[in-house]
């Protein structure tokens, strides 16, 4: 029998009805290969770079040649400055150029198994019902009632950020939204200087069933938004870290099963997909492989040295005979 998940008003006292927890909660949670994923999902962002062409070569330099007990290297010319005679362009001088330059054609991005990134994403969806993993990746859910978190349609309705911030506080959110708000911090290092000025917390994530983001829930700060038709492995699992805090509308908790699709039942809305199931039923490798069936089906092992099978038997008794002197005297000088 399926598990039943409360769907409840924007009061957060009321429920609306109960509804059948998708199957897409029930899979195994990998975080290895929630991580690895996650790394190559983000390489597709990232902004290409290189230095100057010219950089570390803007000097006015000649090498010296041979015959003055010198390195060969281009040297400032002049005189009358430190600066003269000092080497130059070399990736081992002062002000030279680097060893082997940035380059902006440099392979960016990594290519994504699709079916992985769906599993990856059904992961970070399951890992959001999961009260242990939520509450390992930080989020204040000591007050909130269970999990997934799922409320109803009416949110969409909201105009006014006043009355979506009392919606949350009525789900009992406002622990995590403290969180956020008291983690906001001046960044250390240049990002102050690059439009990073800030760092903070994630906090929950809103999934709703709109085609645009709910406009209420827009300006408040620990809240994100996405929409189910445009799921994100990066906002389901911030870091590569799966156990995101989720907050669901009726209709986007309703389209899980059309998206996810089942064990035994294809996805309606990815062409080709499963829910991937457990090839075994225990984890324990060490205590399956003692187990008298797979020890059945085993060999006895070889007991015998690998140097022993090529011995002759005139060989072997020798050796026999040499170890058993030994033991003999041993047995003497004791007693």
């Known amino acids: 029998m399926k598990q039943r998940i409360n769907c409840y008003e924007t009061d957060g006292v009321t429920v609306k009805k ?28 990232r902004q ?4 100057s062409k010219i950089a570390g070569k803007q000097h006015s330099a000649e090498s010296w040649g041979t015959g003055r007990a010198v390195a060969r290297v281009p040297r400032v010319k002049g005189s009358g400055t430190r600066r003269a005679g000092q ?7 002062r002000k030279g150029r680097m060893a082997h330059p940035t ?28 009260a242990g993993l939520v509450e390992a990746r930080g989020h204040r859910i000591s007050n909130i009632k269970m999990l ?26 406002e622990d995590e939204l403290d969180r956020v708000e008291n983690s906001r911090k001046v960044r250390t290092g240049k990002g102050k200087m690059r439009n990073r000025r800030h760092t903070q917390r994630k906090g929950a994530l809103l999934i709703h069933g709109e085609k645009s983001d709910l406009l ?3 300006n408040i700060r620990g809240v994100d938004q996405m ?23 009726e209709s986007a908790f309703e389209k899980l099963d059309k998206l996810f699709g089942g064990f035994e039942r294809a996805s309606e809305l990815m062409d080709g997909f499963m829910l991937p199931n457990k090839m075994v039923t225990h984890d324990d490798l060490e205590e399956l492989f003692y187990t008298d069936e797979v020890q059945a089906v085993l060999d006895e092992p070889l007991m015998i ?31």
């Open 18 to 45: 109960t509804m059948e927890l998708p199957e897409v909660f029930s899979i195994p949670i990998r975080h290895d290969l929630v991580l690895k994923t996650h790394a190559l999902y983000r390489m597709k962002s």
């Open 48 to 51: 290409p770079y290189s230095v």
């Open 87 to 93: 080497g130059a362009f070399a990736n081992f001088c």
């Open 103 to 130: 380059q902006t054609h440099r392979r960016w991005a990594r290519k994504v198994v699709e079916n992985t990134l769906r599993i990856a994403m059904a992961i970070g969806v399951a890992a959001s019902a999961h």
């Open 148 to 173: 997934p978190i799922i409320v109803s349609d009416e949110v969409a309705k909201i105009k006014k950020t006043k009355d979506a911030m009392n919606v949350l506080r009525a789900l009992n959110i």
């Open 216 to 218: 209420a829930f827009r």
């Open 227 to 249: 929409s189910i038709d445009s799921l994100d492995l990066v906002e389901l699992t911030p870091g590569g870290v799966a156990g995101r805090l989720i907050i669901w509308t």
């Open 305 to 335: 040295p690998r140097e022993a099978l090529a011995m002759t038997e005139e060989e072997i008794e020798e050796r026999q005979r040499f170890i058993n002197k030994f033991d003999a005297s041993a047995i003497r000088s004791v007693n």
